[in-house]
């Protein structure tokens, strides 16, 4: 068992190195601007303090393109998303990508990273089949979240585009609880629920499936994991 606590800013980014320091056997921290707080992120001020965080960090991110929202202006979300890009080329570290309504451009940063020699996954994905193809040829990972459960996801297809050696899920905590929590404060054992929705999907056996994308996921953010 093992979690990727996400450091989507340099203050959340701090906390979860310290909740990873705490439970080194099964907490792994990542660390990461989010696009909604791309204003705020200056490349010569907050790229050291980044690099330093990252060096007990298993990924890259949250980083990415958010034009559903635009907290931040698309300008600074591309810069942000690029310089992350390559802080990950030269840390050799994977990247956790989020993006909404932002297929063209993230597009072409896919291309950028790919030109890097960057891997990561596209976390929480409900994009297009299109933009999921292009980051699984460059090497990427896919992941769902408890959306999937909801009553309004259906787009099965996508669940049976990616191929089962590049399938995660996650929970996102404390966001987006699976059905039949939705509403309520994500749990990460959750993640259970939206393992079956896409096991059931796919014709696959879960707790079969659950062990595929625990191995892709060590694999990807190389977790030093004690063997089960
Ligand atoms: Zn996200």
Known sequence: MAVVCIGESLEVAALAAALAAQNPAFVFATAGIHPHDAAGFDVQRD??????????????????LDYHYDNSPRQAQRTAFAAQIALAAEMHLPVVVHTR???????????????????????????????????LAAGWYVSFSGIVTFNKWTDNELLRLVPRERLLVESDS?????????????????????????????????????????????????LALEPA
């Open 47 to 64: 790229i050291p303090r980044l690099r330093e965080l990252l060096g007990a960090a298993v990924a890259v991110g949250e980083c990415g």
């Open 101 to 135: 309504e932002a297929e063209d451009d993230t597009r072409s940063l896919l291309g950028e990273a790919r030109s890097a020699g960057v891997i990561g996954v596209m976390h929480c994905y409900t994009g297009s089949h299109s933009l999921a193809e292009v980051a």
């Open 174 to 222: 404390p966001y987006l609880a699976p059905v039949p929590f939705r509403g309520k404060r994500n749990e990460p054992a959750w993640v259970a629920h939206t393992l079956a929705k896409v096991s059931a999907v796919r014709g696959d056996e879960a707790l079969e499936l659950g062990r595929v994308t625990a191995d892709n996921a060590q694999r990807l953010f190389g």
